[in-house]
């Protein structure tokens, strides 16, 4: 049984996606204009079953969470929300999967809250120290909302084209209008700066004590495997890394089967078969 719920952090509202029962993951989405929680990451957590207790936030400026009056987006933003929508759930133990910006969030979190965050799945993430801002995340940022942008970013993210159809451009279209005006307070230019925002001290990754599985695709040019997944092999204590050949920027989306096996293996070992 999905639900959609709001929660309050720090007197601001959070929409988000709850579904299943038994130990609790936290799925954070991406920075594309009209991603939102349950858009990213709906598939998955059906995939997964019933036997998770998933929660899939709109993180703030996406969906239907409004950036909380006086802030901006950012890292610091993200993060304190994120941890503050578990501590509002009354959930004290958590896994989190995160992907692109959600991944950055996720070993944000994982160093801020050590004693909540059992595990973390990062999936073609940002966060390394130095990573530059790639010319696709650029223009996946730039992205005007509309179909025709709705299109440019859906190609940069997958590898095999069929998967951009007529119907997933107009329901991003449709989001990316929707959320529009919020989104454009996120990343205006110069937008380096933002990918700056969204890196972690060396010292902070290797403060991270819960094991971290890194997920990426090898053509991915949004957060290139060399300059996101590779440096942070050296930096995280506990980390190993897989590599889906033929693959972009969405794992889940373009090896869905092979990535939900990868993530039900890595969160409950015991379970896996």
Known sequence: MTAHRTVTVDDSPVHLMESGTGPAVLMLHGSGPGTTGSGAWAATAQALGSTWHVVAPDQAGFGRTPVPAGARGGLRLWTEQAAGIMDALGIEHYAVVGHSMGGAVALALAAARPRQVTRVVAVATMGAPGAPLSADLDAIWAAPAGELGARDM???LVLDQT????????????????????????????????????????QTLAAIRAPVLLVHGAEDRVTPLETAAQPLLAHLPDVRLHVFGRCRHVPAIEHPDEFRHLLSCFLRPDHCH
């Open 154 to 156: 859906l190609s940069r």
């Open 163 to 202: 998967l951009v159809t007529d119907a997933a451009v107009d329901a991003r279209a449709a989001a990316m209008r929707a959320g529009a005006e919020a989104f454009a307070s996120l990343f205006p230019p110069p937008r380096a700066r933002w990918a700056d925002d969204l890196t972690l001290p060396a």
